[in-house]
């Protein structure tokens, strides 16, 4: 993806509301006083750091659910591959209800789980979709690369971000240096919930399988012309199951899809989304195969031209 403007009102998805009930009832005292002086304070930019399994998503949670009755909010949810709301490979925006469940309002195509391979679209899609969110606070959960490019990564987020605060989940010394160099900005330093625990590579493969299978429930599959759709040469090699980004006319990323079939003597695509047809002028490919049961089976990474920053 990348270089797509993103704004858009009204995404075309199927269910779109997500619960943050499951954040737990007993929540670290720190916790709920950070959620506490959120909700009766000015932040309106907040970046959620921390390295993986500390309780970054579960904390979003418990926030979104203490602030929502007291100040509008929204999450801006940055990490690619372990979603909070939407589907994985992508960056997404979730508005926080009264009641804290989250409506899914807005998405960017990245195209890839990897934060690295992503790194371009991720970064370019956080202003954007911050801007789109309008709400008296914007909380930005992150994924858990702290190392290596992750702490490049994290600088690039906070860089183009402009957070008013930053929260940190845990220890580490990325965070550290992180919170000398940019010194000026508050930040909240929060203990690891006792209730965190480790996510196996299969618990995580299944939770991005288990997004994916609800941002398809209940989607249609429905023909085009597929050189007018790819924008390019239907012949050309699109792996049947791959992943791709959708944009309307002014080329906003309203959704995703899956290849569900191509016929190159008709030239015609067949695709698998919840979004309606009309609404779809152009694709942009990812580098996922799913399988029937939108589990990840394959990375094509020459189906996508993803920079690494
Ligand atoms: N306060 C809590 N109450 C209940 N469960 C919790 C709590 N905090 C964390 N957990 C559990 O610990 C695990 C890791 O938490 P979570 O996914 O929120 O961490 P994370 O920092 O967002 O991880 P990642 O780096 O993968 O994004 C999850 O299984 C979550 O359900
Ligand atoms: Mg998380």
């Known amino acids: 993806m990348c270089g797509s403007s993103t704004a858009r009102l009204w995404l075309p998805t199927l269910?779109?509301?997500?619960?943050?009930?499951?954040?737990?009832?007993?929540l670290p005292a720190d916790w709920a006083d950070a959620a506490a002086a959120v909700a009766c304070g000015r932040a309106?930019?907040?970046l959620v750091l921390g390295p993986a399994d500390v309780g970054k998503t579960s904390f979003c949670r418990a926030m979104v659910r203490a602030v929502a009755p007291l100040r509008t909010i929204a999450v801006l949810d940055a990490d690619v591959?372990?979603?909070?709301?939407?589907p994985p490979a992508c960056v997404t925006l979730g508005r926080g209800e009264p009641d804290g469940r989250l409506t899914l309002t807005a998405l960017a195509f990245v195209g890839t789980i990897d934060p690295v391979r992503g790194w371009t679209c991720v970064v370019a899609a956080l202003p954007v979709l911050a801007e789109e969110a309008d709400v008296g606070v914007t909380l930005v959960n992150t994924g858990g690369l702290l190392s290596g490019p992750g702490r490049r990564l994290k600088e690039a987020k906070i860089e183009r971000l402009q957070p008013d605060l930053l929260i940190m989940l845990g220890d580490h010394p990325v965070l550290e240096a992180l919170a000398g160099a940019y010194s000026s900005l508050p930040c909240l330093r929060l203990s690891?919930?006792?209730?965190?625990r480790r996510k196996s590579d299969a618990e995580r493969r299944r939770a991005r399988g288990d997004a994916f299978r609800r941002y398809f429930d209940g989607a249609m599959t429905w023909t085009a012309e597929a050189n007018e759709l790819l924008k390019q040469d239907a012949s050309a090699r699109i792996p049947l199951r791959l992943l791709v980004g959708l944009r309307d006319e002014r080329a906003r990323d309203i959704g995703v899809g899956i290849v569900a079939d191509i016929d190159a003597s008709s030239e015609r695509?067949?695709?698998l989304t919840?979004?309606?047809q009309h609404r779809v002028h152009s694709t942009c490919p990812g580098e996922l195969v799913l399988d029937s049961k939108f589990r990840e089976a394959?990375?094509?990474?020459?189906s996508i031209?993803?920079?690494k920053n």
């Open 81 to 86: 591959g372990q979603k909070m709301i939407g």
């Open 15 to 26: 269910a779109p509301e997500y619960d943050t009930a499951d954040a737990g009832d007993e």
């Open 192 to 196: 690891v919930s006792p209730q965190a």
């Open 274 to 276: 919840p979004v309606l």
């Open 44 to 46: 309106s930019r907040i």
């Open 298 to 302: 394959r990375i094509c990474p020459d």
């Open 305 to 307: 031209r993803i920079s």
């Open 269 to 271: 695509l067949r695709l």
